[in-house]
């Protein structure tokens, strides 16, 4: 399956009718209840990952919620020299390998490989520039990966605030830098909802979410298409899923008292053009914030309210 032939260059189409996502079907798991940072990923198998809350953000630490029997594996460190690393971000490959990127308290990127049983396989160096904010990294099975952020407040002046996107090898070498990152307004970046994600499509090519486009990016660098959208006002583009031919994206909004909520914009992935574009019906929750997407089964939600972790299916209407 290719899209390379459709450009995606033109306007975005106008946001359609919201239409409600009601409970499909709850599948209850026998795993105790947790709480997680951030979004949630899934594998091409629908198996959940979650960066757990397991005493700070800071900790890297990844739990797996096999979908099929809910039995989790935990992805964390007993190495002591990076015992002290600092969670960055984390990616799941398409056949489910796990990545986390960190920080040690000298300032440099490492990035751990796990096995599928959640032991460490390796600690890659990367070949990162200083004072520089990570925004969305994704990892392709071959190990190859891609990570984009922007510069801090305390970069050289010519860079405080610009963007930086970059390819990179298995074994952390950079390998391509891209020159159409978007840039930040340091003085309102750390004001609202962080916007930006990315995810290996089923075509094999990376779909990097921004403010107003997501661009598409082949596992060897090339830029293959950009595909524009719209949201509404105040709304952060946070997250991105890629299922059959349908493309999923996440649109928060932060309310008057601080309270997050979620609407989700579907796009044809053959047209660009917005398939539909969705808010959380009330027996979903008021602040119910999705955790994966399939073309299948809609949007799937957490909840853990009775006791146990049940995965409550929304299907597209």
Not at 119 to 131: G, H, R
């Amino acid at each position: 399956m290719t899209f390379a032939l459709i450009t995606g260059a033109e306007g975005p189409d106008a946001l359609p009718s919201a239409r409600v996502l009601q409970v499909g079907s709850t599948q209850s798991m026998e795993a105790p209840p947790f709480s997680f940072y951030g979004s949630a990923q899934s594998d091409k198998a629908g198996n959940l990952f979650f960066h757990i809350s397991a005493g700070s953000y800071r900790n890297p630490v990844v739990l797996k919620l096999d979908r099929s029997s809910g039995d989790p594996t935990l992805y964390s460190l007993d190495d002591t020299d990076m015992q002290k690393a600092v969670f960055n971000e984390f990616s799941v490959t398409p056949t489910g390998q796990v990545s986390i990127l960190c920080q040690k308290t000298d300032g440099k990127f490492y990035v751990l490989r796990f096995s599928s049983k959640g032991a460490l396989l390796e600690k890659i160096s990367m070949d990162l520039p200083d004072q520089l904010s990570t925004e969305s990294f994704v990892a392709f099975d071959s190990g190859t990966f891609l990570l984009s952020g922007f510069y801090l407040g305390d970069a050289p002046p010519e860079l405080r605030g610009k963007g930086f996107m970059a390819l990179f090898a298995e074994s952390g070498k950079m390998l391509k830098k891209f020159s159409s990152a978007e840039s930040v307004d340091l003085a309102s970046v750390s004001q609202r909802i962080s916007e930006g994600g990315a995810t290996v499509g089923p075509d094999g090519n990376i779909y990097l979410l921004q403010a107003k486009q997501v661009v598409v990016i082949s596992e060897s660098g090339k830029i293959i298409r950009r595909i524009k959208f719209q949201k509404p006002g105040g709304a952060s583009a946070t997250k991105i899923a890629v299922s059959q031919n349908l493309l999923s994206i996440w649109l928060l909004k932060e309310g008057e008292k601080k309270n997050v909520t979620a609407d989700y914009l579907v796009l044809d992935l053959f047209t660009g053009k917005p398939f539909g574009y969705y808010v959380a019906g009330k027996d979903l929750g008021n602040a119910a914030i999705a955790v994966s997407f399939s073309s299948h089964e809609g949007f799937t939600f957490f909840d853990t309210q009775n006791g146990h972790v049940d995965l409550i299916s929304a299907p597209l209407r």
